[in-house]
């Protein structure tokens, strides 16, 4: 298997940080020469949320996978554009039943990806645990034969 080359973008923030991406990601594609787009976009709606218009602009964009955190839900219609479009993600490790996808696997010129979405729990509200979370989806859902995993971990503290 070759190598993938993939962009990821952290955090875009407010209608700043969303038009900013809109306008350089063609740059980007071309001088990176990407093989996939995968972008925080939890903050794009005035920053707090995600909305069908910002992920529909992304998409049309090139990006491949939006993933999320705690804020994903902050404006109610998130939620039935997360029921609706799986490559819009939300943490794997929220309790069973919230709306959303915290995984999605695609198809590249090089090979298959699979983005796993996780959140801490430091400084955050208390979820399932991130780890136990990642043994789960990896045993029962992702099958890394031949297929590249990008884990995002989407957290306030880090200790070491």
């Known amino acids: 298997m070759s190598t993938i080359n993939i962009l990821f973008i952290g955090d875009i923030v407010g209608k700043p940080g969303f038009e900013m991406i809109l306008t350089w990601l063609p740059t980007?594609?071309?001088?990176y020469?990407?093989?996939a787009i995968i972008v925080n976009g939890e903050n794009t709606?005035?920053?707090?949320g995600i909305l069908q218009k910002e992920g529909e602009a992304l998409f049309a964009q090139g990006v491949r996978v939006i993933t999320g955190g705690n804020h994903t839900w902050d404006?109610?219609?998130a939620q039935e554009y997360l029921k609706n479009e799986p490559r819009v993600l939300r943490p794997q490790n929220y309790p069973r039943g919230a709306h959303g996808n915290g995984?999605?696997?695609f198809e590249t010129s090089k090979g298959k990806v699979a983005v796993l979405n996780l959140q801490g729990r430091t400084f955050m509200p208390i979820i399932d645990c991130?780890?136990?979370?990642?043994?789960?989806?990896?045993?029962n859902k992702i099958r890394l034969n031949n297929m590249k995993l990008l884990l995002m971990m989407y957290m306030y503290a880090v200790f070491f």
């Open 28 to 31: 980007f594609q071309q001088k």
């Open 33 to 35: 020469k990407t093989d």
């Open 45 to 48: 709606n005035d920053g707090k």
């Open 75 to 77: 404006k109610a219609p």
């Open 103 to 105: 995984h999605y696997i």
């Open 130 to 139: 991130p780890f136990r979370s990642a043994e789960w989806v990896l045993a």
